[in-house]
């Protein structure tokens, strides 16, 4: 019998999940923000319903989906998935949030597992761990991921597009992790048993925001920009962007490891932009 994944949020993450998903044998389904995209997704073989957040999301959607992964972020008014939704997804045999190391704040660039207790400083994280908790509540289980990155989303790509920055924050690290390894912890905890445990799904190395461009330079054979000092940088970048730097941590995954067994394809910066630097693309700008 094929087994059904519905996926709140066929984004970026979702698409990847999605992908390896039905490599796997599984029949996907989920939600975009528009029909214009749906109408793509079903050419792929995804069946995608439009979901603004605000609508509640038509019963058939999610008619025999025993898995459903959200990776909606919550809004004003909490999580959009639980609030149009709740009560179809009680009956599903799995349920799966992804969400963020930002809820365990800032930590002085000390290591923090699934163990920290969570102490969010920015709203956005305030909202997460409250979504986080919802569906915990419903027995998901809950991902908590670092700054994502890919094809497309990379520091390959900014330098590429001439926009890379080297900021340097002494001491700043932060953890990431390759949006393949996100999809591959996901199909691992959906084959296995993982009701209501939280996972930090974040690769092996963190690392400053300078270094990792350093590299991608380095793998471009183009020169490095100059390090702008953490005093100069603030007025000039967005409040969303400062909030990035305001955590500081380094995030284990021992437990991804030890309790799915997800051996990370990407386990740090390093491989992963040096696949991404080996794709086809645009030659980058000088």
């Known amino acids: 019998m094929t087994k059904r994944l519905f996926i709140f949020g066929l984004g970026y993450s979702g ?3 999605a992908r390896l998903a039905m490599a796997a044998g599984w029949s996907v389904a989920g939600t975009v923000t528009g029909p214009d995209k749906a109408a793509r997704l079903a050419a792929a073989g995804i069946e995608a319903h439009p979901f603004d957040g605000t609508a509640p999301l038509a019963a058939r959607a999610l008619a025999g989906a025993d898995h459903v992964l959200c990776t909606i972020a919550p809004g004003a008014t909490g999580d959009p998935a639980l609030r ?3 009560g179809q997804l009680r009956g599903s045999r799995w349920l799966g949030y992804l969400s963020t190391t930002g809820v365990y704040g800032d930590h002085g660039g000390g290591w923090v597992d699934e163990t920290t207790p969570p102490r969010p400083d ?3 994280s305030v ?6 908790a919802a569906w915990q509540a419903m027995g998901a289980t809950i991902f908590r991921l670092p700054g994502i990155y890919g094809p497309g989303r990379s520091a390959i790509d900014r330098v590429k597009a001439g926009t890379a920055l080297r900021i340097d924050k002494p001491g700043q690290l932060f953890s990431r ?6 999809a591959a912890a996901a199909l691992a905890a959906m084959t296995r048993p993982s009701s209501g445990t939280i996972y930090n799904v974040a690769d092996d190395l963190p690392a400053s925001n300078s270094e990792v461009i350093a590299y991608a330079c380095a793998l471009l054979g183009v020169p490095a920009p100059p390090i702008i000092p953490w005093d100069q940088a603030v007025p000039t970048m967005s409040a969303m962007a400062r909030s990035f ?3 500081n941590r380094r995030v284990r995954n021992d437990r991804l490891k030890r309790e799915l067994g997800v051996t990370l394809r990407y386990p740090t910066y390093r491989e992963g932009l040096r696949a991404i630097a080996a794709l086809p ?6």
Do not use: C, F, N
């Open 245 to 247: 730097y305001a955590g």
């Open 122 to 124: 920015q709203p956005r």
């Open 177 to 182: 992790i390759h949006v393949e390894d996100v």
């Open 281 to 286: 693309g645009t030659p980058p700008k000088m």
């Open 84 to 86: 149009s939704s709740a």
């Open 15 to 17: 698409l990847e999940i």
């Open 127 to 132: 909202s997460r761990l409250a979504a986080e």
